[in-house]
């Protein structure tokens, strides 16, 4: 079972206007091919088929840590499409809807995020194609998985810095900051996973791909903070058998600053959630939004 906390694993800035071209370009992060979407579904399905629990602890233990992680993950980026979306949000009340309040949404590159979804985040990629089962891998063989695994945080880490280099404002950009640190984590821990299976020596192909992340100046307080050296496994006093495979004593990313390499209880520091506004005009979020806020006062006073 899994234990949630109302904050995300990253302060994200909150934009100084909508910006729906670049939630689209983020949203490639959430439902494209190597997006979070799909480094959720591998590990989460991969924990759960997983064979030999008991007599293959730290394994399992690392698949199901970063399985963890990748909640938070689709979490962070879905956030970060939203806010791009809305932007600080319009609560004038009385809008004319007749005066066409958001024509411009309808020359936006993916005009049904606001059509059908309120500018809210759906698990599709860049271009509205869904994202499905069919990029799930699970085949029950722990070297196969592990090697998959690998491709997919090598490709994700490439995927990211290619969203990067296509996004000026900031939301945006931190999102893919803290995931192309985190996303060397992950590629480093399976490379290890793998080196004590099999023998070989597969942490000299990294990193891969050489994404130098001193370069990029949303990662530097992730790295000075040490995020890069850490396995989190968010205060669960199980899945401590990973330090096994992530421990003091292993090399780490040879780009990376040095440290050791330590499997944390619990979660990261993370950041606020957002407080995403509704929007009169929209009907965001709904056509009586003072009657549904007042509901909403009487029952939080009641609960306390």
């Known amino acids: 079972m899994f234990m949630r906390i109302d904050k995300l694993q990253a302060e994200l800035p909150q934009p100084k206007q909508a910006n729906p071209n670049a939630a689209a370009a983020l949203q490639e992060l959430l439902g494209g091919k190597y997006g979070e979407m799909s480094t959720l579904g591998n590990y989460m399905f ?43 949000g319009d609560e004038t009340p009385d809008v004319d809807v007749s005066k066409a309040p958001f ?16 500018g809210g985040a ?6 509205a194609m869904s994202w499905n089962a069919d990029m ?55 490379a290890l996973a793998l080196k004590k299976l099999t023998g070989v020596a597969i942490e000299q192909m990294l990193p ?33 058998a990973a330090a096994g495979i992530w421990s003091n004593d292993e090399v780490a990313l040879p780009s990376d600053p040095p440290g050791n390499l330590e499997v944390v209880d619990g979660p990261p520091d993370g950041g ?24 909403a006062e009487r029952l939080y006073t009641k609960s306390r």
């Open 272 to 295: 606020a959630m957002p407080e995403l506004v509704g929007n009169y005009g929209a009907f965001a979020p709904d056509y009586a939004p003072e009657e549904m806020f007042e509901i």
């Open 46 to 88: 991969q924990s759960f088929n997983f064979r030999n629990k008991t007599k293959l602890r730290p394994f399992y233990d690392l698949v199901s840590c970063i399985f963890a992680e990748e909640l938070g993950h689709v979490e962070l980026v879905s956030n970060g499409v939203a806010m791009l979306n809305n932007g600080p």
């Open 208 to 240: 891969t791909p050489n994404i130098p992340l001193d370069r990029i100046p949303e990662c530097q307080k992730y790295l000075e903070s040490g995020s890069h050296r850490r396995l989190y496994r968010f205060g669960s006093p199980d899945y401590g």
């Open 122 to 127: 759906m698990p599709v990629n860049s271009n």
């Open 103 to 118: 024509e411009e949404m309808k020359d936006v590159r993916l005009a049904g995020s606001f059509f059908s979804n309120g």
């Open 136 to 190: 799930v891998t699970t085949t029950g063989n722990l070297i196969f998985d592990l090697l998959h695994n690998f491709h997919l945080e090598c490709g994700a880490r490439l995927h990211k810095l290619r969203v990067y280099e296509s996004l000026t404002e900031p939301t945006g950009r931190e999102v893919c900051g803290y995931l192309l640190v985190r996303g060397s984590v992950h590629a480093h821990a399976y």
